[in-house]
């Protein structure tokens, strides 16, 4: 086989797949900070080891990336003073004549070029051109930078990176789903901070990547469940005119929850970030059914009917319109839901909590709402026994 021209050096080249949702960040994220490398490098060190002991983690990297050679001009500042010099202005000529300057500008028409003026190229790519440049002082003589200053070479990061004040590395890796999660690695890890504080106490370790968009979304998710949870209290209150029925109609939202929980089960999914979205927007459409059931029964008491028949012709009445109205909206979710025409993995999650969230729940409703309608109205009338017992006891005395 006769040997291909081209030779490529790659020692590694790595293929990232973008996430369609929360969390896009990176499996496992760690940020060691301090106020030294000295101190962070060694804790960097230890956390990189204990995940190449994890299996199921690869592409353990840190970002501790050192930049280029560089030459550093070291100026010594008793010696710039004599000849007239200042950092300031030694910095000036050396950057004028390796970057160059604008001198001046000239305006055709319309358009103005700027002049810049700077080395030839030729001489910016030697290195004898640096030790071999005079600077100007005030007085107009020439300083040769040698004189005044010292080159070394160097190699500095190419990224400084800082957080709350404080010098940082991140270390990240990915994980292999099929061998792990990124929750257990970093379960483990967890677990490992109380022995890294004590060997490095000047170190403070930040989980990101997965780990914080994870904590930021949930609780991001449970303020908009809380907020939609007292948005919908309220407007049963207004609307019912008391708290009991207004609090028996949202015990079916954990109805619904219950359902979906039970649906990933059977599909063997996970409950995802976007799977509880579904069920901060179920919340909303499952208590419509239990506020049929106690509009109906309200209105057949305002007509003289008795409590339990009221609750028995609301069961029977209204059943086949909640079915009904059920049914629809799931049939409408299902293609949605099992990618029928098409499929979008980041809406698939809600349509599937939505669609048979909607359809158990529904049903568990049906079946549970009018006992509690029944329970609540023993209560009241427990209530309004012992109201009366006390108004009879104060009487007496």
Known sequence: MDKSPYTFNLPRVTFEQLNQGPPVGKPISLSVRSEEYVDILPAVKILKETLATIAGVTDIQDSYLLGKQELVVKVNGAEAAAAGLSVASIGISVRAAFEGIEATSIRELDEEVQVRV?????????ESTLRELKIPNPQGQLIPLMSVAKIERGQNLSVYEHEMNRRE?????????????????????KQLLPELSKGFPKVQVAFGGEDQDTSESMASLGRAFGIAFLAIFLILVFTFGNLLQPLLVVTTIPLG????????FVHGRPLSFMGMMGIVALAGVIVNNAIILVDFVNQARSEGTDKLQSILDAAHKRLRPILLTTLTTVVGLMPTAYGIGGTDPFVVPIALALGWGLLFGSVLSTLVFPAGIAILDDIEALQKRLGERVASYRATR
Do not use: H, M, Y
Request: proline share 3%.
């Open 118 to 126: 700077s080395l030839p190229r030729s001489a910016r790519e030697q």
């Open 169 to 189: 590395v991140k270390v990240t890796a990915g994980v292999d789903v099929n061998t792990t999660s990124a929750l257990a690695v970093n379960s483990k890890l």
């Open 257 to 264: 929850i219950t359902s979906v929980i039970f649906a990933f």
